[in-house]
């Protein structure tokens, strides 16, 4: 298997229980969180893998059949449920890369010039094995670049370890400081997460007002 240089992850298989639906099909301004957050990374991913639950695999297969660069897969059955950490092992072992992006689908403002400094920043310092932005006191793990292979997470989960901090305590993690990553972008919140229904009812109100 050719190793590719930069393949974008987007998590979108998640059970959604505080939503109530499928975050991953739920559309602002015409455009599933999904396609929204495809056209983010796109330009900068030789590859991009869209782990999907397994209700939403036919819809997405046929919503990104003409895209070449796209595969969508699923949690294998033995992992599945196990949360981001399996999804994020199941796309590092379907395509080997020098770095992966990982996006969660509802992080819905994170904007593409924060990935092109995030990556431009992570291929100066290529002794690490994680950047991951920190908002205050939180690691952002979901809209992270990973410098690691799938059997570093799949030990992880053969032992039962499922969080993703489970993952930083094993790698070696460049933190992205606050008043760093606010110089590469204007939005005030990237690293917001939709959750749940109220709010999203929230934004279809005022979207089509």
Known sequence: ???????????????????????????????????????????????IVIVVAPEDYPFFVEMFKDCFKVLIVMDQANIRGFGPLAGIYTAMNKIEAQAYFVLACDLIYFPSELLAKLKAYS???????????????????????????????????????????????????????EDQWRGWTEVKDPFYNLNHAKDYEEMIRKENL
């Open 123 to 177: 291929l100066n310092h290529l002794a690490h094995e994680a950047f991951v932005p920190k908002e205050g006191t939180y690691n952002q793990p979901l809209a992270a670049i990973y410098r690691c292979g799938p059997s570093v997470l799949y030990t992880l989960l053969q032992n039962n370890k499922k969080r993703l901090a489970d993952l930083l305590e094993v790698l070696k993690v460049h933190e992205i400081k």
């Open 1 to 47: 298997m050719e190793q590719q240089e930069f393949v974008s992850v987007l998590l979108a298989g998640g059970a959604s229980r505080r939503m109530g639906q499928s975050k991953a099909r739920l559309r602002l301004e015409g455009k599933t969180l999904v396609e929204r957050q495809f056209e983010v990374v796109s330009p900068f991913s030789s590859s």
